[in-house]
């Protein structure tokens, strides 16, 4: 039988980055398996069959618990760990300057009580890293939560070092912390801390698991561990209590994370982010390549400006920062409170008002490519017969534009066209696309296409779920539409402007609805321009596109 990557992955819930980490490959590397430009290894298909077949999803629970993953930061001890274990436990090392970095972000008061919480602790990592910044004399009560009874034993020894060389009141809890903080909560009883420093499991949770029934109580809805380390551990605090975290910055954006986002702003006010440009750098020991931040917030602070700071590596040798207003992180009209990043002095041209316009505005909307291939695997076809019609995946599209059907292609280039699979069909005719897809060290993150129906010869066509897709009711759009659209979508400043809110290898059709558009005429005009020209060089997208 023939290994699918695509479904073997989904299989076993891993991300790309996932199976990057896992088999020591670079993402553009997975995102071409992926998109079936090139076939990964036998040995990586064989590993994803076997993970598949004999181990519980990833994504899902041992006995309605969900399985956590950890990304602890590992200053004074780096156990010999095998890469598996360090995929499935998330123990990715930290570089020590990193913690420094965390700690130094902290307002420390010059008299009074200090209380830490290290929620997720490790081997007592970010505690050091906070305590080594106190004066010898001043006295402070932490306490440790941590779950992993193989990290226990170290974490034990680093807290009892901590009690015989400084001032320090350690307190080891071993044990649930999501549990135990939401016991805390919902009794009213137990510690409240002045200052949180965190680096929490990163794990999706079941909507059935106990710890999705735990935080529900706790008054936070959230579909991964992080954010509920993350939400709890502010509940935790005193008013005017500090956090410092690093965490995805996945929940930035997108609908499964608006829950939280109003949960921590109404909660906290945002003081400072910092932002790795390269994915690969934060964690670079361990082919790390999620794309993470580090936040600070203020448990009942008064909301001002945002220090957004940036450095390429864990070095903080470019290290840059500006201030901002907050509602140019916040946008004070954006419903679902996206949470931008603004570096640099990246050019403002999407807050026009002649851009204020949205795909419901225009009469349009998109959506995720209906066709998912190892679902629909008997009705596939590698070349075009009697009774299919063209399958269009993001590997049909290159310079020249849409290329079908395509020669020796790693996917299938057709789809039976029948009772059992029109309703994933759209019929055939001017649309345009974004491939799903990318990775963080690409030049581009949204790369948008036109499907041309003089390419694709026939009355139905099949959208693979690697592309979105822009569509009025799930029908075609003008042509010139089509083109102003993915023109629009390859101007520089729009692929900027989604990188401030969208941290993701993924552009996902929810992020795509969320942005602002032209007018339908000025999209109109746009188009006409660009079928004038056979190439369009990328500076005179950006030129034309400011003009509008």
């Known amino acids: 039988m023939t290994?699918?990557?695509?479904?073997?992955?989904?299989?076993?819930?891993?991300?790309l980055a996932d199976v990057a980490s896992e088999f020591g490959a670079t993402l553009d590397s997975v995102f071409r398996w992926e998109s079936g430009e090139v076939s990964p290894p036998d040995r990586v298909l064989r590993?994803?069959?076997?993970?598949?077949?004999?181990?519980?999803?990833?994504?899902?629970?041992?006995?309605?618990?969900?399985?956590?993953?950890?990304?602890?930061?590992?200053?004074?001890?780096?156990?010999?760990?095998?890469?598996?274990?360090?995929?499935?436990?998330?123990?990715?090392?930290?570089?020590?300057?990193?913690?420094?970095?965390?700690?130094?972000?902290?307002?420390?008061?010059?008299?009074?009580?200090?209380?830490?919480?290290?929620?997720?602790?490790?081997?007592?990592?970010?505690?050091?890293?906070?305590?080594?910044?106190?004066?010898?004399?001043?006295?402070?009560?932490?306490?440790?939560?941590?779950?992993?009874?193989?990290?226990?034993p170290t974490l034990h020894a680093n807290l009892a070092t901590f009690r015989t060389r400084t001032s320090a009141d350690c307190e080891l809890v071993e044990g649930d912390f999501i549990e135990e903080a939401t016991n805390r909560i919902c009794l009213g009883k137990g510690a409240r801390y002045t200052h949180a420093i965190l680096n929490p499991p990163?794990?999706?949770?079941?909507?059935?698991?106990?710890?999705?029934?735990?935080?529900?109580?706790?008054?936070?809805?959230?579909?991964?561990?992080?954010?509920?380390?993350?939400?709890?551990?502010?509940?935790?605090?005193?008013p005017g209590g500090e956090l410092v975290a690093i965490i995805p910055r996945s929940f930035c954006n997108g609908p499964y994370y608006q829950p939280f986002r109003r949960f921590i702003l109404r909660r906290a006010a945002i003081q400072h982010i910092h932002l790795f440009d390269a994915r690969n750098k934060a964690f670079k020991d361990d082919g790390v390549l999620q794309e993470n931040i580090i936040l600070k917030m203020v448990r009942g602070g008064d909301q001002g400006g945002v220090t957004v700071s940036t450095s390429r590596d864990d070095s903080f040798a470019d290290y840059e920062e500006k201030r901002h207003d907050f509602d140019r992180i916040v946008f004070?009209?954006?419903?679902?409170?996206?949470?931008?990043?603004?570096?640099?002095?990246?050019?403002?041209?999407?807050?026009?008002?002649?851009?204020?316009?949205?795909?419901?505005?225009?009469?349009?909307?998109?959506?995720?490519?209906?066709?998912?291939?190892?679902?629909?695997?008997?009705?596939?076809?590698?070349?075009?017969?009697?009774?299919?019609?063209?399958?269009?995946?993001?590997?049909?599209?290159?310079?020249?534009?849409?290329?079908?059907?395509?020669?020796?292609?790693?996917?299938?280039?057709?789809?039976?066209?029948?009772?059992?699979?029109?309703?994933?069909?759209?019929?055939n005719g001017f649309y345009a696309v974004v491939r799903r897809f990318s990775s963080k060290e690409e030049r581009r993150r949204i790369v948008a296409n036109v499907i041309d129906p003089a390419r694709v010869p026939a009355a139905m066509i099949g959208i693979e779920n690697h592309l979105n897709v822009f569509h009025a009711k799930r029908q075609p759009i003008s042509e010139d539409l089509a083109h102003g659209l993915a023109t629009y979508l390859n101007a520089t400043a729009v692929d900027t402007y989604f990188r401030r809110f969208n941290g993701h290898t993924q552009v996902n059709a929810t992020d795509l609805r969320a942005m602002r558009y032209p007018s339908r005429d000025a999209l109109i005009a746009l188009g006409q321009w660009a079928k004038t020209r056979a190439s369009v060089l990328q500076d005179e997208i950006d030129e034309r596109v400011n003009c509008l």
């Not at 890469?83 to 010059?110: E, W």
């Not at 059935?208 to 502010?234: C, I, M, P, Q, W």
């Not at 596939?380 to 590997?395: C, K, S």
Request: aromatic share 8%; net charge negative; glycine share 8%.
């Open 3 to 15: 290994l699918d990557f695509c479904e073997l992955r989904d299989r076993c819930g891993l991300e």
């Open 47 to 152: 590993s994803l069959a076997i993970m598949a077949d004999f181990s519980p999803r990833l994504t899902g629970a041992h006995h309605g618990v969900a399985v956590l993953e950890r990304a602890d930061v590992l200053l004074r001890v780096e156990p010999v760990t095998p890469r598996k274990r360090k995929s499935q436990l998330g123990q990715f090392m930290t570089p020590p300057s990193v913690a420094d970095f965390m700690a130094s972000l902290f307002s420390l008061p010059k008299s009074g009580a200090i209380r830490l919480l290290d929620a997720g602790a490790g081997q007592g990592a970010l505690t050091t890293a906070f305590i080594e910044r106190l004066p010898g004399d001043r006295r402070i009560s932490a306490t440790a939560f941590e779950f992993d009874e193989e990290i226990l």
């Open 202 to 238: 990163y794990k999706k949770i079941g909507n059935d698991s106990k710890h999705r029934a735990l935080l529900r109580a706790a008054g936070l809805e959230t579909v991964n561990l992080y954010t509920g380390f993350v939400g709890l551990a502010l509940e935790l605090l005193e």
């Open 332 to 427: 004070p009209d954006d419903a679902d409170q996206f949470i931008h990043i603004p570096t640099g002095d990246d050019e403002q041209l999407l807050e026009r008002a002649s851009f204020g316009h949205s795909l419901a505005d225009l009469g349009l909307t998109v959506s995720t490519g209906p066709v998912v291939d190892f679902r629909l695997k008997e009705d596939l076809r590698a070349d075009p017969e009697r009774d299919t019609v063209p399958l269009l995946y993001p590997g049909h599209f290159g310079v020249g534009g849409l290329q079908w059907p395509k020669p020796g292609f790693k996917k299938p280039n057709a789809i039976r066209d029948c009772v059992e699979t029109r309703k994933w069909l759209y019929p």
